[in-house]
């Protein structure tokens, strides 16, 4: 841990978020933000058909960061059985929120993830969406990587969706390039793509023309996040 950093990163990160202003910015009326999202889902879709993971009803999937619960019900959408699916929020007030929309027999924890005391082997699907961009800490960031690791049944894997390069505007996130995905996940068998138009062109473009940004997308250099699938071989 650097001397910058605060001892108790799971508190420094609720404060990063406090700091966060413009909550409209990811508001799904934006065309920027609705086209990222449905980019996203796609990708997602394909996979599971090429992992053959389309029993969505038995699948057991646990989000760590689950917000407000936006990505939970993607889930309930695809098929995913509620008392199959769980999720884990920092934030009092985003758990809050999840609470209110999930279904009762969806499992919500709030508070550390790290921490969680969940049956190692227990889950086909582990995913993040943008978690580890938000920790500073490379102590903590490993201690979480493999917390999700460990709840990982064997042949399951781990459903990585960040970005990797540093936003100079914004010192309370970090990129986090494919390099250190592995070194946080070094026994997994890696499966990735790079996709997502950079979220300060996407917003740029699209206030000329919403129709700009699969011809800006089109282009890989302009591609921020990777969305990847860590699998744990069978027997680990």
């Not at 960061?65 to 936006?70: D, I, K, L, S």
């Not at 990982?152 to 970005?163: E, H, I, K, T």
Request: proline share 8%; with cysteine; hydrophobic share 45%.
């Amino acid at each position: 841990m650097t001397e910058t950093t605060p001892p108790n990163e799971a508190a420094a990160v609720v404060q990063r978020y406090a700091r966060r202003g413009e909550p409209g910015r990811y508001s799904l009326l934006q065309p920027d933000v609705w086209q990222t999202v449905q980019e996203r889902q796609r990708a997602l879709l394909r996979l599971l058909v090429r992992l053959g993971l389309t029993d969505v009803e038995r699948l057991r999937v646990l989000e760590v960061g689950c917000g407000a619960g936006g990505n939970l019900l993607e889930w309930l959408r695809l098929g995913v059985a509620p008392e199959h699916l769980a999720g884990v929020e920092l934030l009092p007030q985003r758990h809050a929120i999840a609470r209110q929309v999930m279904p009762a027999s969806v499992t919500l924890w709030q508070g550390d993830a790290s921490t969680l005391a969940i049956e190692p082997g227990s889950r086909d699907i582990v995913c993040q969406h943008t978690v580890f961009s938000s920790l500073l800490d490379d102590a903590f960031a490993q201690r979480l990587a493999a917390a999700m690791w460990q709840w990982v049944a064997p042949g399951g894997g781990v459903l990585w969706y960040d970005f990797t390069v540093d936003n100079p505007r914004n010192p309370d996130v970090r990129g986090v390039p494919l390099a250190r995905v592995r070194a946080l996940f070094p026994q997994a068998r890696v499966r990735w793509q790079r996709i997502t138009l950079a979220p300060p062109i996407a917003r740029r473009v699209c206030r000329v023309h919403p129709g700009l940004y699969p011809v800006f997308n089109a282009l890989p250099l302009l591609r921020t996040h990777v969305l990847a699938w860590l699998e744990k071989p069978a027997g680990r």
